[in-house]
């Protein structure tokens, strides 16, 4: 589903004078592309101008970025002093980020870690994974856990230590568990809406000008995969 056929915005996170977050749905950009979609900056702008009767030119800078299909907690700068805090956060990695994940095949073990080098294929926008450092190549690093299961699906936690394009999508295929729909990296089929079973579940950080912790959790998309294991993991099962 494109941007443009959407209406209003999507669920509000967190937000004051520096930062707002929102829970992005699968199909959502983040930032402009080829498409023409109208992406999140741009309604985010519009609504503040409109909450705050700002004039002229509403100021919103992109900490982050989620695959369009991925759906999750996305932050957004208000000034250009909280981006610049936001962005050095990011670089040096002192976030901690938490992603569920549904694939359709059991992990090999419970709970694990995996390395790879990743090299990006920019005419086709995908990564390759390699055992071994390739030339072009960039290592990362995630762990991940089994939180549940259904009769067809396994739910996975995954904490991503390192940031590399599709790394979470391509680490988790070449485990031997691609996610559900995501057929760019070996799932079987599409999901109907476009998405991918990838949701950016947490985000911990430190407020770059209040300095005190912030806690974001963003519920996943109302779908009856999502749906099972949120219920599932509520109820302690």
Known sequence: MSST??????????????????????????????????????????????????PGEVFLGVVHRLDRPVSGVVVFARTSKALARMNELFRERRTQKTYWAVVRTAPPQASGSLIHYLKK????????????EVPGSSRAWLDY????????????????????????????????????GDVKYGAERTNE???????????????PVKKEEIILTAQPPDDPVWNYFSKSLSEGN
């Open 5 to 54: 056929e959407r209406t209003g915005l999507p669920e509000i996170l967190y937000e004051d004078n520096h930062l707002i977050a929102v829970n992005k749905r699968p199909g959502d950009i983040v930032q402009g592309d080829k498409t023409g979609d109208a992406p999140l900056g741009d309604l985010l702008k519009a609504y503040i101008k409109e909450k705050y009767k700002k």
């Open 193 to 207: 809406n476009g998405s991918i079973h990838l949701h950016a579940r947490r985000l911990v950080f430190l407020h």
């Open 121 to 132: 294929d920019e005419k086709n926008n995908k990564s390759r994974a390699y055992e071994q």
């Open 145 to 180: 856990r089994l939180l549940g299961k259904s009769d067809h699906y396994y739910l996975l936690e995954v904490l991503p230590h390192t940031g590399r394009h599709h790394q979470i999508r391509v680490q988790l295929s070449t485990m031997g568990c691609p996610i559900k």
